[in-house]
């Protein structure tokens, strides 16, 4: 079974915090991805990433960045954490590069900034 | 650029019943690719289904199947014999060759006993 784990379930930053959001995959998927999910805006793209330090900005990346050192590590990283950025966090991984691949999630870290 | 709707906020079915959920979506392009993913409360997001826009044979897995329309764009889930398993919200999904995916807003399914 494909394994995508994500570092907390739960966490609770305070604002200008720098935060980190670990993900990490068990099958050797070339591709990575951070989603941000909000009621009623379904799920956003953050970040992805196709290789090893290989990183390429989605729908919403301002205020995040991302590191990508080793193929089954993916960390996103809020440098200050501001209220507006409290929400669920998906992490996704994928292999190759055909369209019809699906992708693997992750629990998800629902993130609370005060 | 391309838009997945989900237009139903919310669904319900009774146990045993059968549900359809409605996703319809834009785009120009001609070969693409559309996904249901499932959200159960608290649990990790899976594949449901999907399907290549080329395929004109609607997909199926066991009690789910999908209604595609490509001239009206449209893919819609259809869950047979709907069990309390079921319960969790459901995701729209397209995607254009290997582009990101473009997700929908969801549609949370309640199933009553």
């Known amino acids: 079974d494909v394994k995508v784990t994500q570092s907390s379930r739960y966490l609770v930053k305070r604002t200008g915090e720098k935060v980190f959001l670990e993900c990490v995959q068990d099958m050797d998927h070339e591709n990575m991805f951070w989603y941000r999910q909000d009621p009623g805006l379904g799920l956003r793209l953050i970040y992805f990433?196709?290789?090893?330090?290989?990183?390429e900005k989605g729908d919403i990346p301002e205020g995040y960045s991302v590191s990508r050192e080793k193929k089954e590590r993916f960390s996103l990283i809020l440098e200050s954490a501001s209220t507006n950025q409290t929400s669920m966090y998906l992490c996704?991984?994928?292999?190759?590069?055909?369209?019809?691949?699906?992708?693997?999630f992750g629990p998800g870290t629902r993130l609370t900034v005060l | 650029a391309q838009t997945v709707t989900q237009s139903q906020p919310e669904m319900s079915v009774q146990e045993a019943e059968t549900v359809t959920l409605s996703c319809t979506y834009d785009t120009s392009e001609s070969d693409y690719y559309l996904f249901w993913y499932k959200q159960p409360p608290s649990r990790q997001m899976i594949l449901v289904i999907r399907?290549?826009?080329?395929?004109?044979q609607n997909a199926t897995e066991n009690r789910f199947s999908v209604n595609f329309q490509k001239a009206a764009k449209s893919f819609s889930l259809k869950i047979s014999d709907s069990q309390l398993g079921d319960a969790a919200m459901y995701f729209c999904a397209y995607r254009r060759n290997t582009d990101k995916l473009i997700f929908g807003t969801g549609t949370r399914l309640q199933v009553f006993p």
């Open positions: 990433s196709y290789d090893v330090k290989m990183k």
């Open positions: 996704a991984s994928s292999s190759g590069t055909r369209g019809y691949n699906e992708q693997f």
């Open positions: 399907q290549e826009a080329y395929k004109q």
